[in-house]
């Protein structure tokens, strides 16, 4: 079954800090789509990042990094120099492309992060 | 600016009744969607619609229904039958299914039954 686990239930860094997010997936296939959003204060999930399957490589955005790792079904992100701004619950989310008419994406339980001052 | 509109941002619901959350969007979307938040967890999908006049069944219906009359508005009834609808609804889009692709969501609705 479709699963995906976010150990870390609150991180909190001073700002400045490195940190990273980790994020474990179960699934049966071998092509689906991994995504990160990040849900500030104001409630609304934003789009982070989306990968699929057969893309390995690691990405960077600006203070964002993503380590995708089929061998351990990981997919962790690292927020470098970490602001305050980047205080939120980021969720990670998976969904699987076998089903041609069932749209589901399932999300893991969130990560709460805290970034003081 | 083009997004997503819920109202409204808190209800409050007393035990018996029906109370509709308002979705709408202005991204010229096919797919709408309907998901449940709970402390702790993550989103839960309740219904969701690909097209006009057509909705599927989510994870957890029970107790919800929706309608899909117009492409910008996707409202969500909770009804009676919903024995623990103190939660927090968030109501997405996407201009695919979002297996495939992101989706844009609106800043959700907080319904507490008093």
């Known amino acids: 079954a479709q699963k995906v686990t976010q150990a870390q239930t609150e991180i909190s860094v001073v700002e400045k800090e490195d940190v990273t997010l980790d994020c474990v997936y179960e699934t049966r296939d071998t092509t689906y789509y991994l995504f990160w959003y990040k849900q500030p204060p104001s409630g609304e999930l934003v789009f982070l990042i989306r990968r699929n399957s057969f893309d390995e490589q690691n990405e960077i955005s600006g203070r964002y990094s993503w380590n995708f790792q089929k061998s351990t079904s990981s997919f962790n992100f690292t927020i470098t120099a970490s602001q305050v701004v980047d205080s939120a619950v980021y969720f990670c989310?998976?969904?699987?492309?076998?089903?041609?008419?069932?749209?589901?994406?399932?999300f893991g339980p969130g990560t709460s992060l805290s970034v003081i001052p | 600016d083009g997004g997503i509109t819920q109202s409204p941002k808190y209800l409050f619901r007393k035990e018996g009744q029906n109370v509709t959350l308002s979705c709408e969007q202005n991204?010229?979307?096919?797919?709408m969607y309907w998901y449940r938040q709970d402390p702790g967890q993550g989103l839960r999908l309740i219904y969701y619609?690909?097209?006009?006049?057509?909705?599927q069944k989510g994870d957890i219906a029970e107790g919800y229904s929706v309608s899909r009359e117009k492409k910008e508005s996707f409202p969500l009834t909770v009804t009676s039958a919903q024995k623990n609808p103190t939660a927090f609804y968030l109501c997405a889009s996407s201009i695919e299914p979002t297996r495939n692709t992101e989706a844009f969501f609106g800043q959700g609705t907080r319904l507490t039954v008093v």
């Open positions: 989310a998976l969904s699987e492309t076998h089903s041609a008419s069932y749209d589901k994406v399932i």
């Open positions: 619609s690909q097209i006009v006049n057509d909705f």
């Open positions: 991204l010229n979307h096919d797919a």
